[in-house]
């Protein structure tokens, strides 16, 4: 059974910090380009930051570099995107996602690429 939970959503001031983590669990998490996307209320799903669960190069977007942080704990199968000094327009539903057997590249921009998503956690920066 192949799951994706996010969690640690919730409201924050605009310049604080929120940290969502994503648990995988089955085989959505070894050897997979784990990513965060979110979307905000009318907007696209745009992606946010991706990682390779085996090491190596981290991809953020443009709107969230130096700002944000991915990181892994693979013995919890689990990633964490750090969000610092958040601003208003980081308002929306954040989701996981994962691409087993499949390193991040580029691709990690594309939400059909990926083959699981979780239910997506809400932050809402006031």
């Known amino acids: 059974h192949v799951q994706l939970v996010e969690s640690g959503g919730g409201s924050v001031q605009a310049g604080g910090s929120l940290r969502l983590s994503c648990a995988a669990s089955?085989?959505?998490?070894?050897?997979?380009?784990m990513g965060w996307f979110r979307q905000a209320p009318g907007k696209e799903r745009e992606a946010v930051a991706a990682?390779?669960?085996?090491?190596?190069?981290?991809y953020y977007g443009d709107s969230v570099k130096g700002r944000f942080t991915l990181s892994k704990d693979n013995a919890k199968k689990t990633v964490y995107l750090q969000m610092d000094s958040v601003k208003s327009e980081d308002t929306a539903m954040y989701y996981c996602?994962?691409?087993?057997?499949?390193?991040?590249?580029?691709?990690?921009?594309?939400?059909?690429?990926?083959?699981?998503w979780g239910q997506g956690t809400q932050v809402t920066v006031s």
């Open positions: 990682i390779y669960s085996g090491g190596g190069r981290i």
């Open positions: 089955g085989n959505t998490y070894t050897s997979s380009c």
């Open positions: 996602a994962a691409r087993p057997r499949m390193n991040c590249s580029l691709s990690y921009l594309q939400l059909d690429w990926y083959n699981y």
